[in-house]
């Protein structure tokens, strides 16, 4: 008998939702701050009150007149842009979410029909399929409790991404109000925002979770390996809303963005977001419903999977045969440290230091990556002395591992780690400070060609160092504690998730503020300032996409493990034809999601480019600035566009699992995985990092800084409209196909985890009957 946790179960039926209730009220009292911004034209309103003597955005007036801009005019027109921002957004969710909503309901069906079909729709207990001297549940209940499971995950994942839109537009124009006053001050609207979003999400993910569990087990008592199978269907709900929020928020986006850049940079030669082009209210819709309700939702699900994951293994381990709630919950207990650890974090951008210069935004992003990494290493190492016994086992395909406490820490603290160089590589890739940023920006000389050459070259290169980092991680974590080691591998990644969103986030609220003060005809010297936040941002969001693909390749691999366990696979054999025809399918399916979701950017874009000639064309005044375009006809572009398109994308990966495993087997199914995972990690990193190190070089030779930079520009110049042709192709690739892989990878694999059971008992009918 192995003994028990130091931490009293009653302690952890305590501490968890508390931590997660703290979280909300952090996000609830940062929001609070942010609204202290007020968007009326009272000069006096704008006031942010009396606390803490002027620091940090609080206690300072509006400076009242800025080089000939009427302060009331210039308030109330950002008001306007906010409010045109934040109803397309919102129209354009609740579309898509209709139609999510309807597959929500079907899959839900399919969930309950498939696992309860495993015993006949029996509803006597059963052998447990680990131990069957004990009886569990029937597989019906099984079903049932999966298929709300799915159902609480998918509206969790909804929600999260809705929260986050609505808290984005929320900010964005008062980002640019305080943007007035200094860069300081915008920078602290934009972080607190982002931190709205963070610690909402963490912390209701973790919350929703933990009730769950705890409702379920009043039905299920001592059988926790039906438990947490059910559990499981929280990390399918989770994903498969995500899968849609990103691809068709990416579609989105893009299609304005680029509609808009082709049109208005290169054939009109105007600014980014100048008001008269009619795709500039899409471009800026796109920047929240792609970039913050999709990456919202992506990284929910990755949190959710890792947890479910985690807690699958772990059940069928001396946790969950012993009954030891405390060291079951360790997934849970890492989480409730890490939204403990963000919150202090936070206070060091948002309190304990003050920004005051531009040069300061990007340390300040990077340090808290760093300062969350380092508490947090300190929070795993005490979660792990009090939750955990000195001494356990965990199921390895078929054995018992013995595990000793302290390499459960270092598992945790390899993912942690891990998550940190994966950032800063992506950073080093991405980021204009850098010489291979500088190097793309300096191919711009001799044309959109050797750009393009140039930051393919990037990207590919930019893949080695995570692979290896995610390699070690995988090789470490798998030798101490099999696969419960990777699926807490990738937990430690996503610990520090509230910090990771909070930057995230700050990135697109920073470009939104950007084109309301270009839309609302605010001074140069303020886009300048909006200008500077948003390079920061740039380079911080493709951090954040580096860390969701590092954990969802951990994820994705746990998550394989828990399925082959369940599946009654003991070992996976390439030199069988079943597995490696899988590999290949597999190693295929992530070409063949990327080509869909490109071609959707690229022939929504074009309906963008034709909507936008045809309104310059045909519009008198527009040019001028007498007359205003119709920015409610290139919303609806983007809308339709993205809503239709979407769907091909998200059947193709929600149906390769079930029609492999119906057909082929467990065996072909576990290939297709495995195939998915390996190439999919790698087009997904290099995706990002070439479309932000395209972006990041557009935007060097615009900002002019070193004299580098100089003899590139100005704006208008060829070299930036070769820089911008780049950045035009790097758009999908950075916000559309490279973040959704991380989606396809963990979806298929969780997937296949819950419905092991169905594919283990009816699946592989061809090989059956051939």
Same mark, same amino acid.
């Not at 597959?103 to 029996?122: K, N, T, W």
């Not at 008001?275 to 990755?302: E, K, Q, T, Y």
């Not at 005051?356 to 190492?381: H, R």
């Given at each position: 008998?192995?003994?028990?946790?130091?931490?009293?179960?009653?302690?952890?039926?305590?501490?968890?939702?508390?931590?997660?209730?703290?979280?909300?009220?952090?996000?609830?009292?940062?929001?609070?701050?942010?609204?202290?911004? =007020?968007?009326?034209?009272?000069?006096?309103?704008?006031?942010?009150?009396?606390?803490?003597?002027?620091?940090?955005?609080?206690?300072?007036?509006?400076?009242?007149?800025?080089?000939?801009?009427?302060?009331?005019?210039?308030?109330?027109?950002?008001?306007?842009?906010?409010?045109?921002? *934040?109803?397309?957004?919102?129209?354009?969710?609740?579309?898509?979410?209709?139609?999510?909503?309807?597959?929500?309901?079907?899959?839900?069906?399919?969930?309950?029909?498939?696992?309860?079909?495993?015993?006949?729709?029996?509803?006597? /207990?059963?052998?447990?399929?680990?131990?069957?001297?004990?009886?569990?549940?029937?597989?019906?209940?099984?079903?049932?409790?999966?298929?709300?499971?799915?159902?609480?995950?998918?509206?969790?994942?909804?929600?999260?991404?809705?929260?986050?839109? =609505?808290?984005?537009?929320?900010?964005?124009?008062?980002?640019?109000?305080?943007?007035?006053?200094?860069?300081?001050?915008?920078?602290?609207?934009?972080?607190?925002?982002?931190?709205?979003?963070?610690?909402?999400?963490?912390?209701?993910?973790?919350?929703?979770?933990?009730?769950?569990?705890?409702?379920?087990?009043?039905?299920?008592?001592?059988?926790?390996?039906?438990?947490?199978?059910?559990?499981?269907?929280?990390?399918?709900?989770?994903?498969?809303?995500?899968?849609?929020?990103?691809?068709?928020?990416?579609?989105?986006?893009?299609?304005?963005?680029?509609?808009?850049?082709?049109?208005?940079?290169?054939?009109?030669?105007?600014?980014?977001?100048?008001?008269?082009?009619?795709?500039?209210?899409?471009?800026?819709?796109?920047? /929240?419903?792609?970039?913050?309700?999709?990456?919202?939702?992506?990284?929910?699900?990755?949190?959710?999977?890792? *947890?479910?994951?985690?807690?699958?293994?772990?059940?069928?381990? *001396?946790?969950?045969?012993?009954?030891?709630?405390?060291?079951?919950?360790?997934?849970?207990?890492?989480?409730?440290?890490?939204?403990?650890?963000?919150?202090?974090?936070?206070?060091?951008?948002?309190?304990?230091?003050?920004?005051?210069?531009?040069?300061?935004?990007?340390?300040?992003?990077?340090?808290?990556?760093?300062?969350?990494?380092?508490?947090?290493?300190?929070?795993?190492?005490?979660?792990?002395?009090?939750?955990?016994?000195?001494?356990?086992? @965990?199921?390895?395909?078929?054995?018992?591992?013995?595990?000793?406490?302290?390499?459960?820490?270092?598992?945790?603290?390899?993912?942690?780690?891990?998550?940190?160089?994966?950032?800063?590589?992506?950073?080093?890739?991405?980021?204009?400070?850098?010489?291979?940023?500088?190097? $793309?920006?300096?191919?711009?000389?001799?044309?959109?060609?050797?750009?393009?050459?140039?930051?393919?070259?990037?990207?590919?290169?930019?893949?080695?160092?995570?692979?290896?980092?995610?390699?070690?991680?995988?090789?470490?974590?798998?030798?101490?504690?099999?696969?419960?080691?990777?699926?807490?591998?990738?937990?430690?990644?996503?610990?520090?998730?509230?910090?990771?969103?909070?930057?995230?986030?700050?990135?697109?609220?920073?470009?939104?503020?950007?084109?309301?003060?270009?839309?609302?005809?605010?001074?140069?010297?303020?886009?300048?300032?909006?200008?500077?936040?948003?390079?920061?941002? /740039?380079?911080?969001?493709?951090?954040?996409?580096?860390?969701?693909?590092?954990?969802?390749?951990?994820?994705?691999?746990?998550?394989?493990?828990?399925?082959?366990?369940?599946?009654?696979?003991?070992?996976?054999?390439?030199?069988?034809?079943?597995?490696?025809?899988?590999?290949?399918?597999?190693?295929?399916?992530?070409?063949?999601?990327?080509?869909?979701?490109?071609?959707?950017?690229?022939?929504?874009?074009?309906?963008?480019?034709?909507?936008?000639?045809?309104?310059?064309?045909?519009?008198?005044?527009?040019?001028?600035?007498?007359?205003?375009?119709?920015?409610?006809?290139?919303? =609806?572009?983007?809308?339709?566009?993205?809503?239709?398109?979407?769907?091909?994308?998200?059947?193709? $990966?929600?149906?390769?699992?079930?029609?492999?495993?119906?057909?082929?087997?467990?065996?072909?199914? &576990?290939?297709?995985?495995?195939? *998915?995972?390996?190439?999919?990690?790698?087009?997904?990193?290099?995706?990002?990092?070439?479309?932000?190190?395209?972006?990041?070089?557009?935007?060097?030779?615009?900002?002019?800084?070193?004299?580098?930079?100089?003899?590139?520009?100005?704006?208008?110049?060829?070299?930036?409209?070769?820089?911008?042709?780049?950045?035009?192709?790097?758009?999908?690739?950075?916000?559309? &196909?490279?973040?959704?892989?991380?989606?396809? @990878?963990?979806?298929?694999?969780?997937?296949?985890?819950?419905?092991?059971?169905?594919?283990?008992?009816?699946?592989?009918?061809?090989?059956?009957?051939?």
């Amino acid at each position: 008998m192995v003994a028990p946790a130091l931490l009293p179960e009653l302690w952890t039926e305590i501490l968890v939702p508390i931590c997660a209730v703290i979280g909300i009220a952090f996000s609830l009292f940062q929001w609070y701050v942010v609204s202290r911004v =007020k968007l009326t034209t009272d000069l006096g309103a704008s006031s942010s009150g009396g606390a803490n003597n002027g620091k940090n955005g609080y206690g300072d007036y509006l400076i009242e007149e800025e080089e000939g801009v009427n302060d009331q005019s210039v308030v109330a027109k950002c008001a306007e842009i906010q409010t045109a921002i *934040s109803e397309g957004a919102t129209s354009f969710l609740f579309t898509e979410y209709k139609y999510v909503g309807v597959f929500m309901i079907f899959f839900a069906a399919v969930i309950f029909v498939f696992l309860g079909s495993v015993e006949g729709f029996s509803t006597d /207990n059963k052998p447990c399929t680990y131990d069957i001297t004990r009886t569990c549940k029937p597989a019906l209940a099984t079903a049932g409790f999966s298929t709300i499971a799915f159902v609480l995950g998918a509206v969790t994942s909804v929600l999260s991404g809705f929260l986050g839109m =609505k808290i984005a537009t929320y900010a964005n124009a008062r980002t640019t109000l305080e943007a007035r006053k200094g860069v300081g001050k915008a920078f602290i609207v934009a972080f607190r925002s982002g931190a709205v979003m963070g610690f909402l999400l963490a912390a209701s993910g973790l919350l929703v979770l933990y009730i769950t569990i705890n409702v379920f087990k009043i039905y299920y008592g001592d059988d926790w390996e039906g438990l947490f199978e059910a559990i499981t269907g929280y990390g399918l709900g989770g994903s498969s809303m995500a899968l849609f929020g990103r691809v068709g928020g990416g579609i989105y986006t893009k299609a304005a963005d680029v509609g808009a850049d082709l049109v208005g940079k290169i054939e009109r030669n105007i600014p980014e977001d100048d008001p008269r082009n009619p795709a500039v209210i899409a471009d800026n819709v796109g920047d /929240n419903v792609g970039d913050i309700a999709g990456m919202g939702s992506d990284l929910f699900g990755s949190y959710a999977e890792a *947890s479910c994951a985690a807690l699958v293994v772990a059940s069928i381990s *001396s946790f969950g045969i012993n009954h030891d709630f405390t060291a079951m919950c360790y997934p849970l207990l890492i989480s409730s440290m890490g939204i403990l650890v963000c919150l202090i974090t936070t206070l060091f951008a948002t309190d304990f230091f003050e920004i005051k210069v531009v040069k300061e935004i990007e340390p300040a992003l990077k340090n808290q990556l760093i300062i969350s990494t380092v508490i947090m290493t300190v929070g795993i190492a005490i979660v792990s002395w009090v939750g955990l016994p000195s001494s356990f086992t @965990i199921f390895n395909f078929g054995t018992q591992k013995v595990v000793k406490n302290w390499q459960l820490f270092l598992c945790v603290c390899v993912g942690l780690w891990a998550g940190l160089i994966i950032g800063f590589v992506t950073e080093y890739y991405t980021s204009n400070a850098y010489s291979p940023v500088q190097d $793309v920006a300096d191919s711009c000389r001799t044309g959109a060609a050797t750009n393009v050459i140039f930051g393919l070259a990037l990207g590919y290169k930019s893949v080695i160092i995570p692979i290896f980092a995610i390699a070690i991680s995988i090789f470490v974590s798998f030798s101490f504690a099999a696969m419960y080691g990777v699926a807490v591998a990738a937990l430690g990644m996503l610990s520090t998730i509230a910090t990771g969103l909070a930057i995230d986030a700050y990135g697109p609220i920073s470009d939104n503020a950007g084109g309301i003060a270009e839309m609302a005809g605010m001074s140069h010297r303020i886009r300048e300032r909006t200008d500077a936040l948003d390079a920061a941002g /740039n380079t911080t969001a493709a951090i954040g996409k580096g860390f969701a693909i590092g954990s969802a390749a951990l994820v994705s691999l746990a998550l394989f493990g828990a399925f082959v366990s369940r599946a009654g696979i003991h070992t996976v054999d390439v030199l069988t034809p079943k597995v490696i025809i899988g590999l290949l399918v597999g190693a295929m399916l992530p070409y063949w999601f990327s080509a869909m979701t490109m071609k959707s950017v690229g022939s929504a874009a074009l309906k963008m480019v034709e909507e936008v000639r045809r309104q310059f064309n045909t519009i008198p005044g527009l040019m001028e600035g007498t007359a205003k375009p119709d920015y409610a006809t290139c919303v =609806k572009i983007s809308t339709d566009a993205s809503i239709k398109e979407m769907i091909p994308p998200g059947c193709l $990966v929600m149906l390769t699992p079930l029609i492999v495993g119906f057909f082929f087997g467990v065996e072909t199914l &576990s290939g297709v995985l495995a195939g *998915s995972l390996v190439s999919g990690v790698q087009i997904a990193i290099s995706a990002s990092n070439t479309g932000g190190a395209w972006d990041n070089a557009k935007k060097y030779i615009e900002a002019g800084v070193s004299e580098h930079a100089k003899s590139l520009g100005p704006k208008g110049s060829e070299p930036h409209k070769a820089a911008v042709i780049g950045d035009t192709i790097g758009d999908p690739l950075k916000d559309t &196909s490279g973040p959704s892989l991380n989606i396809l @990878i963990k979806l298929m694999a969780v997937e296949s985890l819950v419905f092991a059971p169905f594919f283990a008992t009816h699946g592989g009918i061809l090989f059956k009957y051939l």
